[in-house]
């Protein structure tokens, strides 16, 4: 079964303290990974992508991925109030005939208290 | 420019309605998707085009039909709609995944939120 897990949380961090959020997927086939983020009420952002086993950093955001563990991973670090959102976590997993399907975990909530 | 149109923003249709919601991408993306997302979940893929032609259709009920006119342009067209099928509609686009392993990133638009009656 194709699927894309995360934790639903909510993951409650302080302000200014490192945010991490994990994600794994079942299908070794799957190529190209992506963090989205979800204000309540508003479209997928999508902030982080990533391609190639190793780190990825772009500002406060870093996104790690392990394909031999199947595992991509967010951190935010100096986490903010605004960062407060959904994160979803997606995955492009083969659908057959050459096609990939763009497919989402269930999100994992996060709130940085103040 | 990384920008999806979607009209209108807010629909409310009754069941026995037609109606079309449409999306608008000018990144020069190959692939267009509709997703459908209720409240508290994550988007659930309805249809991809590929090059202008339906790749994948997952099991969506006929009262939805898609029609992607050209590369730009995707629609969705709505009838005898039930309100279980009030949500979020978004649309989205990225290069076809395969095509290349990068560079397939996928821009969603601000969506379209559906209320049936």
């Known amino acids: 079964q194709k699927e894309v897990e995360q934790n639903s949380g909510p993951l409650s961090v302080p302000e200014g303290a490192i945010a991490s959020l994990n994600c794994t997927y079942s299908?070794?086939?799957?190529?190209?990974f992506f963090w989205y983020r979800q204000y309540s009420g508003k479209s997928p952002e999508l902030i982080m992508f990533?391609?190639?086993?190793g780190d990825k950093e772009d500002g406060r955001f870093t996104a790690q991925l392990n394909k031999a563990s199947q595992y991509v991973s967010l951190l935010i670090r100096d986490s903010q109030p605004s960062d407060s959102a959904t994160y979803l976590c997606?995955?492009?997993?083969?659908?057959?005939?050459?096609?990939?399907?763009?497919?989402f975990g269930k999100g994992t909530k996060l709130s940085v208290i103040p | 420019d990384t920008e999806v149109t979607q009209t209108p923003k807010h629909l409310v249709m009754g069941m026995t309605n037609k109606k079309s919601l449409k999306c608008e991408q000018h990144?020069?993306?190959?692939?267009m998707y509709w997703y459908k997302q209720k409240a508290k979940k994550p988007p659930e893929l309805m249809f991809v085009?590929?090059?202008?032609?339906?790749?994948i259709n997952e099991s969506v009920p006929s009262r939805f039909s898609p029609e992607c006119p050209n590369s730009s342009l995707l629609n969705l067209h709505l009838h005898a709609l039930q309100p279980e099928d009030s949500a979020l509609y978004l649309c989205?686009?990225?290069?076809?995944?395969?095509?290349?392993?990068?560079?397939?990133?996928?821009?969603f638009g601000q969506g379209t939120r559906l209320t049936v009656v």
């Open positions: 989205a686009s990225s290069q076809p995944p395969g095509w290349d392993r990068a560079n397939t990133e996928a821009f």
């Open positions: 299908d070794r086939g799957s190529q190209s």
């Open positions: 990533i391609y190639s086993n």
């Open positions: 997606a995955v492009n997993i083969p659908s057959g005939a050459g096609s990939y399907q763009l497919t």
């Open positions: 990144m020069g993306h190959r692939a």
């Open positions: 085009y590929s090059y202008e032609k339906l790749s």
